[in-house]
């Protein structure tokens, strides 16, 4: 069984400092990853997107992949209380259109 | 580019009536959508994934004579709650994409509330 684990926090961290989350997979064959942010009461949306080895900057946020071991990582710079959210790593294997869900870490930035 | 609408946001039932939610994707065409249920301060759950032109496949432990979904174009998919009760009030999100590597981008929700 395919499984994506992250710790559900609360992770608390004071405003301007670098937030990190991490995630976990199982399957080795995974190949596309990517993080989604959801405010309470709303649906997910997209941060971004992840494929190879390495990092991907976006704007303050900088997704890790290393699938050696089995982790991709979401790191944001200059934390604001409006990143306050449960953020969502979620994992496809090859070919597969149906991604694995993890159940979310709860970030909180407190001023 | 990449949106996705549902409709109704939000809707209120008797029990023992039967509620449509209807998702769209805007802007691309979508071979694949994705019906999700999350229970307040739970995660996601997946519920089925549906082609275009075919079956639903749900997962295990969603009754498909329930929840039904019909797929019938490349943007538009469609949930219908069937003799909604209390315990089917939930927040309903839907989700599409164009491939099996491309993302997933979701749809704004839709919150049922069964009487």
């Known amino acids: 069984q395919k499984e994506v684990e992250q710790n559900s926090g609360p992770l608390s961290v004071p405003e301007g400092a670098i937030a990190s989350l991490n995630c976990t997979y199982s399957?080795?064959?995974?190949?596309?990853f990517f993080w989604y942010r959801q405010y309470s009461g709303k649906s997910p949306e997209l941060i971004m997107s992840?494929?190879?080895?390495g990092d991907k900057e976006d704007g303050r946020f900088t997704a890790q992949l290393n699938k050696a071991s089995q982790y991709v990582s979401l790191l944001i710079r200059d934390s604001q209380p409006s990143d306050s959210a449960t953020y969502l790593c979620?994992?496809?294997?090859?070919?597969?259109?149906?991604?694995?869900f993890g159940r979310g870490t709860s970030l909180i930035v407190h001023p | 580019g990449a949106v996705v609408s549902q409709h109704p946001s939000w809707v209120i039932c008797k029990s023992g009536t039967s509620v449509k939610i209807e998702c769209r994707s805007l802007?691309?065409?979508?071979?694949?959508m994705f019906w999700y249920r999350q229970f307040p301060k739970q995660s996601l759950m997946l519920m089925a994934t549906?082609?275009?032109?075919?079956?639903?496949?749900?997962e295990q432990g969603v009754e498909k004579d329930k929840f039904l979904i019909n797929h019938a174009s490349l943007t538009l998919s469609t949930l219908t709650v069937t003799s909604a009760h209390p315990e089917d009030s939930s927040f309903y999100i839907c989700?599409?994409?164009?491939?099996?590597?491309?993302?997933?981008?979701f749809g704004p929700g839709t919150r049922l509330l069964v009487l």
């Open positions: 802007d691309f065409q979508a071979t694949t």
């Open positions: 979620a994992v496809k294997g090859a070919g597969s259109y149906i991604p694995t």
């Open positions: 549906s082609n275009e032109g075919s079956k639903a496949t749900y």
């Open positions: 399957d080795r064959g995974s190949q596309s």
């Open positions: 992840i494929y190879s080895n």
């Open positions: 989700s599409a994409s164009t491939g099996s590597q491309e993302t997933q981008y």
